[in-house]
Every structure is written in structure tokens, then in C-alpha cells.
């Protein structure tokens, strides 16, 4: 089952100082962080804030292409956590066919907020998720933040894109 989530901010990891996406349940109090590249967390916050690029970033391109190709992004899904590491896929229409295409979350989530599309996360992902049982009793900014900064690299393990 999958479970609708909105992307609730982006903020640093203080232990390893990489930029964490963080997802969080619509309709309930889970969240999910997803620890995210530079420039991944990047074209992210560019289109979050509505900042205007002179060129097309990546992310605007593949928006770009599947817009001249006909083709509409139907949802992307965290769809799997293995070895620490997030999976995700993009969900293509076009002509009335679906098609999944494997993608990295970050990806995936920077061309959600592109085509505006939801975001999913597979409800096994939530719950094989140590940090994400652990921060669904959280359900302010503050106690998030300040839960976020204090977990240690025990509780974060080692997730990667």
C-alpha cells in the first residue's frame, strides 16, 4: 500500500553534513527523511522557493521533453529501501499506456514538484525505516528539527541515495 506524502522541507544532517529531504504523511504523522546529493538537494530547493534559472536545469529538461512527447508523470513512489538505500519510480503516461521507470528519489521528487505530481512511499519502506518509526510520534517543525539534529550515526544508519 502506498502512502501520499508532501515534501515538508530540506535541511543538513550534522553528523555527515548532507542535505536530508524531508517527506512527510498527509493524512497522518509520519515522516520520512531521505538523505539526498548537493545538487540533487539543489535543483529541489530552486524549485521550492520558484527560482528562475536563465537554462534549464536537468530536471526542467526531462519536464520539458515529457511535455513535448505528450507524456504526463502520473506519480512518483519511494518504492523500496535495500542495504540502506532509497529506491523510487517514476510513473509514465502516455496514449492512455503506464509505464514505471526506475529513478533515484531525489529525482524522482525534484520532477514531482516540477509537473506537480503526488509523491508516494511504499508503507513497507515507512515501516523497515529506523528513523522513520522513530520520528512518527514528532508532529511539530520545532521537535522535528531538533529530534533530526540530535540522532547519531547509529540512529541514522548509513542511507544513501
Not at 518504492?79 to 492512455?96: C, N, P, Q, V
Not at 509523491?119 to 529506523?130: A, F, G
Amino acid at each position: 500500500m502506498e502512502v501520499e506524502m508532501k515534501i515538508r522541507g530540506l535541511m543538513m544532517d550534522p553528523v555527515t553534513n548532507m542535505p536530508i529531504v524531508i517527506l512527510k504523511d498527509v493524512n497522518g504523522a509520519a515522516v520520512l527523511p531521505i538523505w539526498v546529493g548537493i545538487y540533487e538537494a539543489n535543483a529541489i530547493a530552486l524549485e521550492i522557493e520558484k527560482v528562475a534559472t536563465p537554462r534549464p536545469m536537468t530536471h526542467d529538461l526531462i519536464k520539458n521533453l515529457l511535455l513535448g512527447l505528450e507524456t504526463r508523470v502520473h506519480r512518483v513512489v519511494v518504492s523500496d529501501l535495500k542495504e540502506d538505500t532509497f529506491y523510487a519510480l517514476i510513473w509514465l503516461e502516455r496514449d492512455g499506456q503506464v509505464i514505471s521507470i526506475d529513478s533515484r528519489p531525489s529525482d524522482a521528487l525534484a520532477l514531482a514538484l516540477r509537473v506537480d505530481c503526488p509523491i508516494y512511499v511504499e508503507e513497507e519502506v515507512l515501516k523497515s525505516s529506523k528513523v522513520s518509526t522513530a520520528l512518527s510520534s514528532k508532529n511539530t517543525d520545532e521537535e522535528l528539527r531538533k529530534l533530526l539534529e540530535n540522532l547519531n550515526d547509529e540512529d541514522l544508519g548509513r542511507y544513501k541515495m
